[in-house]
């Protein structure tokens, strides 16, 4: 079975015509399928329309949440409570076009374990944030420790395998293209043109795709904590430099502000160090804290004749224990 999860908030506008335009790219891949809708708190009448849904078409799972925690909040809810061997991550705004579907599964029923949907262009109704994505990404990929596909976002398909692995994240402050890369698996990509919403207005406010854009920077890359050693470095240099430069210039007063400058430069190129070693401890005790495991096992490859003896082996002393 396919499992597509859907958070939802404040989305009237849109949910009947999303669920249809599902149904119909769903029907047209062939096989069982589900369509979990997480209600992440909404005060429009999407819950009622959800439940109506629900009411009318069994394949139509409703999670509702206690109240709205946010769209990584919604999308952790919707992924525990999927049943299918392969899950689909998508928005309900049309923004992640439903025909594009068939293609993630077509990918995944080719062998793929994680099929990301990468947009090969994007429309976005505010200028600003049309100019600050491409910028987001350019840095996510200079900074980032792990390979994570760029121009990509919730919108895959990952393998009962590959979600579980992310399900085990005990993380709180996630960035799931970041976390579906680092599980690795073997990857695939489907593209696509991100068009602009339907209709309404986007649900996230600004402040929440900055702390978004944190969370991207933070969970995968160190250096940002290890800037203060290329400052060291740098500091140091300059200091070495104007205390060279001391030796050569004959001028009292000169050579006091060079010495100045460069007790200035030596001192602040001891707090970056300082700093430098600093981060890297608390870098590991954020490694200990999330609680990531060291290697995620994807299959174990044993002979048939090791597995049979292995399996005679357990089946007599189940016999031994029950006697």
């Given at each position: 079975m396919i499992s597509v999860v859907v958070p939802i908030y404040n989305e009237e506008e849109l949910i009947c015509q999303f669920h249809e335009?599902?149904?119909?790219?769903?029907?047209?891949?062939?096989?069982?399928?589900?369509?979990?809708?997480?209600?992440?708190?909404?005060?429009?009448?999407?819950?009622?329309?959800?439940?109506?849904?629900?009411?009318?078409?069994?394949?139509?799972?409703?999670?509702?949440?206690?109240?709205?925690?946010?769209?990584?909040?919604?999308?952790?809810?919707?992924?525990?409570t999927a049943r299918g061997r392969a899950v689909i991550l998508m928005d309900g705004d049309f923004q992640d076009p439903p025909e594009v579907l068939p293609q993630l599964i077509d990918a995944w029923r080719e062998g793929a374990e994680v099929v990301v949907a990468v947009r090969r262009s994007r429309q976005e109704r505010s200028k600003v944030l049309a100019k600050l994505f491409p910028l987001f990404y350019r840095v996510l990929g200079a900074l980032s420790d792990y390979p994570i596909p760029l121009n990509a976002g919730i919108f895959s398909l990952m393998d009962r395998k590959a979600l579980d692995s992310v399900n085990a994240?005990?993380?709180?402050?996630?960035?799931?293209?970041?976390?579906?890369?680092?599980?690795?698996?073997?990857?695939?990509?489907?593209?696509?043109?991100?068009?602009?919403?339907l209709a309404g207005d986007g649900k996230l406010s600004f402040i929440s795709r900055i702390k978004y854009a944190m969370d991207a920077i933070?969970?995968?890359?160190?250096?940002?904590?290890?800037l203060s050693f290329a400052l060291f470095c740098f500091s140091t240099c300059m200091a070495a430099l104007l205390a060279l430069s001391m030796l050569i210039v004959k001028s009292p007063l000169t050579m006091v502000g060079l010495g100045v400058s460069a007790a200035v430069f030596f001192i602040g190129g001891l707090v970056l160090l300082s700093v430098g070693v600093l981060g890297e401890y608390i870098g590991r005790v954020y490694d200990e804290v999330r609680g990531r495991p060291l290697s995620i096992i994807s299959k174990v490859h044993r002979s048939s004749a090791l597995m049979a003896s292995q399996t005679s082996g357990y089946q007599d002393e189940k016999r031994h224990r029950a006697a």
């Open positions: 335009a599902v149904a119909n790219a769903l029907d047209s891949a062939g096989g069982e399928w589900e369509v979990v809708y997480v209600n992440d708190g909404s005060v429009d009448s999407s819950l009622e329309l959800l439940n109506g849904l629900q009411a009318a078409d069994s394949r139509v799972t409703v999670v509702e949440l206690s109240r709205n925690w946010g769209h990584m909040g919604a999308i952790s809810a919707g992924l525990e994240m005990g993380e709180k402050n996630r960035y799931l293209p970041g976390l579906r890369a680092w599980v690795g698996y073997q990857n695939a990509i489907v593209y696509y043109d991100r068009h602009d919403r933070t969970s995968f890359s160190y250096k940002p904590l290890r």
